[in-house]
C-alpha cells in the first residue's frame, strides 16, 4: 500500500510497545507456564469432549449454556468437591466464579479493588503476570522477603504496621502461599494461621493465588488460608491450566457471594469459552484424582533431570532449594550473572529462561536469579538446555569457572 | 458467618451495581445473541472435536498450542479463505488475531485507541455491549441517524464537519455495516465508497464490525469496508457466535500489521481458548459454506413466524421493516409504549425484550422500541410469547387497542 493509514497519531498514550511477529518457541524453552505433553490425559479427554457433547452439545446455541455466567454448573459442582477434599474449603456451587484462566481471575480481582495510587502487598519474588499487572494499574507495590517456608510473618507484621502509622490500609495481600511462584515454597499452617491474624487485625483482605497447589510430589498439602478464615477475608483462586491443560484457558474464582457478585459484574465477555468446560467437568468428575499424580510423578522426574543437569554444568555455580512441588526452578547465579544480559544472549543460542528481575519486585537481590520451567522439554533437551546455557554464561560472564565434559548431539 | 468480612469500603469507585443472582432463563426469552439449537451442526462438530484432538491434541499442554498468540493457524487460514470469498477481504493469517468473541475484539481496538474525553462516531441505534463500553471508558459519541440503508452519510458527511470545525478528530467510525444491530439494515455498496471517502478526507478509520454478516437471506452482500479501503484505515472484526454458536467464544480481528501488533500487545490473556478454535477450524474448512444455508432458512422461518404473530397479536400498533438477515427485529411500538416501563412488566409475564434505548444513543426515538431476538425461542415459543407480550402491552399502556383471538396452551 503506497499510501497506508497511519495509526500513530490516533493511539492511547502510555501503550506497551508494538508486539513482534511470532517466530516459533525456542529450541530450549524453560519459560512459560507449559506443561508435559506426554502427561496430558488425551484419550480420556477425547472420550469426555464425545459424551458431553452428545449429551448437551445443543446447548452450546445459548450463551453460557443456559446456564448463567458464573459458567458450566457440573464443573463448579466438581470444585466445590476437589477443593473441600484437597484444600479444606468449604463452599457452594454459588460462590465460585469460572473464568479464561486465572489471568481473568486475577483481572476480575484487581478491577473491583484496586484504583492508581492504591497500596497491596505481595511476596517480593512474585508471578510476573500479578506484578505487570500490578505496574500497568500504577498501584504501590510492597514486597514482602521470602525464606524456604515461603513469606516471612516478621516482615508482613512490620509491613502492615509501617502503613498503618501512615494511615493507608492496603487494598490486599497477594500470597501464592502453595507452591509459591517463582520460589516453590509451601506456606506452613502456622504461617497461615498467623497471616490470617494479621490481616485481620488490619481489616485487609488475602488474595489467594493457588494455581499450583495440585502439583506438590507427596500430594500434603496445608488448608487453604480460605478454609482457615474465620470472616470470609480471602478470594482463592485457581486454575486447571497446570494441572490438565493450559491452552484450554479455564480458571476460577472462589470468593463470598458480597464481592463475587462484584465481580460478575464487571464480566464483560458474554460467558467464558463453554467447550472447554464442558470437557473439564466431564473428564475431572471421574478421572481428575487418578491423573494427578501420573503428572507429578512425570514432573518430579523432569525435576530431577534438571536438578542433575545444572549439578553436571553449573556445579555449585548453581544454588536452589529443590522446590516440594510446582513447574519451576528458582536459581541463583553467581553474582557476576546479570540475568537480563543473558537472556538475550541465551535466546540466541536457542534457549529461554526467566530472568529474576521480571519475576521479583526487588530487582538488586533477583538480578543474578533466573526462573527455570522444567514441565514442558523433554529430558533430552533440559539436558542439552542447560548444557549450552551453561556455555553461553561461562562466554558471557566467566561462570561456571570450569565447565564438567559437556556431551552435545 | 457471624462476622463476616466488609469488603465494602475497599471496593474501587464507579464499579456497577453487583450481579444478582442467576435465576434462570425467562420462558420466553427475546434477549440475547443466542443461537437456533436445532440449527447447531452437532454432529459435525463432534466429528471435528474426535479429529483434531487425535491429530493434535497434546498441543494443549502448551500455551497457544506452541503456536503463538494469533491464534490457532488453521482457524486463521480459513478465515483467510472465507473472507476473500465472501467479503471481497484480501489479508494474511499474520493480519489476524483471534480473540475471546468479538466482545474481546472489541475491548482490544478500544484499548490502542480510546481515553476519556476522545470523541467516536457510531450508529445512532446500535449494539449495546458497544454503546455500554464507550461510556464505561468516558468517551463523547456521536451517533448518527439510520434509514432503511444504513447509516446516512449526510448525516455523517455533517458530524464530521461539525468536529472539523471544532478541532476535534473522531477516534473512529464503529459501524455495522452488514446486517446491522439492532436495525438490520444492509449498508448498500456507494454508501460504503462515501464512508470511505469521508473517513479519510478526515483522516479518521473506519472499526467495521461485520458479526451478523453471513446470516443473509439471498447470501448476497457488498464487499467488506476493508476491502474497499485504498488506504488500510479499515479494522474489521467478526465472529463465530452467530454463525456457529455463541458459547464458544470465538471472534476475531482483521487489521494491518502496524496496529494489529498495538492489540496484540496488550492481550495480557496468555491465549484465548484453544480447543474452541481448534474444533472450529476442523469443522469449518469442509463444512463451513454448507452449514449457513441451513442456518439462514431455520432463522428465516423464524422471522416470519415472528412477523405473523406481530402482525395477528398487534396489528398496525407493531411496525418494522422485515430485515434482510440476522437474529432481530427492530420493532416501533405506539408512542404510548415506554419500552423501559415494558421491560419489568413483560418480564414479570415471563418474557423479556430488549428495550430500545438500551440499544441506542437516541433515547427519545428509541422511546418506544425494542428488539426482538428470534433465533433461540422455537416457533411455538415465539407465538406464544408475543401474544403473552400484546397482553403485557395492552394492559399496561392500552395498545394493541385490539388483540385478534388468542390462543394459548
Known sequence: MS???????????????????????????????????????????????????????????????????????????FLVGKLARDAGISCATDEILLTSGSLQAIDLVNGVLLAR???????????????????????????????RDGMRMDALASALEGLARRGIRAKYIYTIPTVQNPTGTILPEDRRAEMLRLAEAHGVPIFEDDCYADLIWDHR????????????????????SKSVAPALRVG????????????????FD?????????????????????????????????????????????????????????????????????ALALYPKALAAGITVNPGPEWSVDKASSRSRI?????????????????????????????PARIANITRE
Open 221 to 240: 498439602r496445608p488448608p487453604a488460608l480460605h478454609a482457615m478464615s474465620r470472616s470470609g477475608n480471602v478470594i482463592h483462586i485457581g486454575s486447571f
Open 270 to 338: 458474554a460467558g467464558s469459552g463453554a467447550l472447554e468446560q464442558m470437557v473439564l467437568a466431564e473428564y475431572c468428575a471421574p478421572h481428575f484424582d487418578d491423573h494427578v499424580p501420573v503428572l507429578t510423578r512425570a514432573l518430579r522426574a523432569k525435576l530431577d533431570t534438571l536438578m542433575e543437569a545444572l549439578g553436571e554444568h553449573f556445579g555449585t555455580a548453581a544454588e536452589f532449594e529443590a522446590p516440594k512441588g510446582g513447574i519451576f526452578l528458582w536459581v541463583k547465579l553467581p553474582d557476576q550473572v546479570d
Open 117 to 147: 495510587g492504591d497500596t497491596v502487598i505481595i511476596e517480593q519474588d512474585c508471578y510476573q503476570g500479578s506484578i505487570n499487572r500490578l505496574t500497568r494499574l500504577g498501584v504501590d507495590v510492597i514486597g514482602i522477603p521470602l525464606d
Open 3 to 77: 499510501s497506508a493509514f497511519d495509526f500513530a497519531p490516533l493511539l492511547a498514550s502510555g501503550l506497551p510497545a508494538a508486539a513482534e511477529r511470532f517466530s516459533g518457541l525456542p529450541a530450549y524453552n524453560f519459560t512459560g507456564g507449559h506443561n508435559d505433553p506426554d502427561a496430558l490425559p488425551l484419550d480420556r479427554l477425547i472420550d469426555a469432549a464425545d459424551a458431553v457433547l452428545r449429551r448437551e452439545g445443543r446447548n452450546l446455541a445459548t450463551y453460557n449454556l443456559s446456564g448463567g455466567p458464573q459458567g458450566y454448573l457440573p464443573l463448579r459442582q
Open 252 to 267: 476460577y474464582i472462589v470468593a463470598p457471594w458480597a464481592i463475587l457478585s462484584r465481580m460478575l459484574a464487571i464480566k
Open 371 to 399: 526462573r527455570l520451567c522444567f514441565a514442558s522439554p523433554s529430558h533430552d533437551e533440559i539436558r542439552n538446555g542447560i548444557a549450552r546455557l551453561a556455555e553461553v554464561c561461562h562466554r558471557e560472564f566467566g561462570v
